[in-house]
């Protein structure tokens, strides 16, 4: 395969014959939008969105001492994950630099699967298999035997259960059964990226269409309408949930990103990057650099990823995401700000957007939340 030849899912021709606008992402060529992505955004917020999700990155690690080897590898209490729950965690570099933001499914006693940014997957996987030496664990590269199919909104659960016996209402956030939806085996997973309720479903490639096809039929009656990359990250900007490449970087550490609290120091056993995670903890709590913090926009001019935060004439910060949100009408943004202007409410700070200093509030994240 050459460098330049991008990798398509299952649902390629599918998205195609929607009129999908398709785009690269992370070397898959994805879908952006089917139609208006404010129209998709919304209808996850009120309805329901449909999202092919296939480019992410599943790796199984399976083994007698596979808990233990990821509480080594990974920042997280991993060995504490009961069986059927999953848990938000992170891979740090030895110098506490977060190389992927993860979230792992505990499947059965000895089987986990971790699940990494598509822009991450080969170097989450190189690190679990160079990690995983002296501990008695396989890693496995299974990114080709998995579609990912989401389905978010408040409509999702009704949607979901009209498709298949498994116990939704008994399954939590942050949890996965494995169940047949649509009479396709999937692993059916509480979890999200949008601040919705709403479920992910692991299945074999070969049965991702069959899926979609019932999920969108099933939906059609309550304005389930598939969604693309762009109102995902719309979703998840709102939602304030990080982006890899944007708000998580090598550069930062978890406590850097104001998600310390995802690092278990009182686990069993040392973990690649301790050391330097309690020295950046010590770090935050004393003298943070700069906190996380989000914008919003006085006027219409919308903020992006490197734009300069300014106050008094000054550089106090830089924006790591920023859109139209289209639930609060106005341009929003996350930025890292020096802790003087972390406030809610500091007075005077405003984005340099291509030169002209425009207004904007500090806010406390996220920007939205649902109503529970």
């Known amino acids: 395969m050459s460098s330049t030849e991008l990798r398509h899912t299952a649902?390629?021709?599918?998205?195609?014959?929607l009129g999908a606008t398709m785009t690269d992402f992370a070397g898959w060529d994805m879908p952006l939008r089917y139609g208006s992505e404010r129209d998709e955004h919304l209808a996850v917020r009120t309805k329901?969105?449909?999202f092919d999700l296939s480019h992410m990155g599943e790796i199984t690690v399976t083994g007698p001492q596979a808990a233990?080897?990821?509480n080594h590898a990974l920042v997280g209490n991993i060995a504490s994950v009961g069986v059927g729950r999953a848990r938000y965690t992170m891979i740090c570099q030895a110098d506490g630099g977060i190389l992927d933001d993860l979230i792992v499914y505990r499947?059965?006693?000895t089987e986990y699967m971790v699940v990494a940014n598509a822009s991450n997957a080969q170097v989450v996987l190189d690190a679990l298999t160079e990690r995983a030496a002296g501990f008695d664990a396989e890693v496995r590269d299974d990114r080709d035997n998995y579609a990912l199919i989401a389905v978010q909104g408040p409509e999702s659960p009704g949607i979901l259960k009209s498709l298949t016996d498994a116990d939704l209402d008994g399954l939590k956030y942050y949890a996965g059964l494995p169940g047949t939806v649509a009479g396709v085996p999937a692993l059916i997973a509480r979890t999200g990226y949008t601040g919705e309720d709403g479920f992910e479903l692991f299945v074999?490639?070969?049965d991702a269409e069959k899926l979609w096809q019932a999920l969108t039929e099933a939906g059609a009656p309550v304005g389930l309408v598939p969604c693309?990359?762009?109102c995902r990250d719309t979703l998840r900007l709102e939602a304030g949930m990080p982006l890899y490449g944007h708000e998580l970087t090598t550069s930062l550490t978890p406590f850097d990103a104001g998600l310390g609290r995802v690092v278990k120091f009182d686990k069993e056993g040392d973990f690649v990057g301790r050391e330097a995670l309690l020295a950046a903890a010590e770090r935050a709590e004393k003298n943070p650099p700069r906190v996380l913090v989000g914008l919003v926009a006085e006027?219409?001019?919308v903020p992006r990823a490197g734009y300069s935060v300014v106050a008094g004439g000054e550089v106090i910060g830089e924006v790591t995401s920023g859109a139209p949100s289209p639930s609060l009408g106005k341009p929003i943004a996350m930025a890292y700000v020096d802790v003087a202007h972390a406030a809610p409410g500091t007075p005077g700070v405003g984005v340099d957007i291509r030169g002209s200093h425009e207004p904007y509030e500090v806010v406390a994240l996220p920007f939205y939340k649902r109503q529970k």
């Open 48 to 50: 329901a969105g449909l």
């Open 107 to 109: 499947l059965a006693e």
């Open 68 to 70: 233990a080897f990821l």
């Open 228 to 230: 693309g990359l762009s």
């Open 11 to 17: 649902l390629d021709a599918l998205h195609r014959s």
């Open 204 to 206: 074999a490639p070969a």
């Open 299 to 301: 006027g219409r001019r």
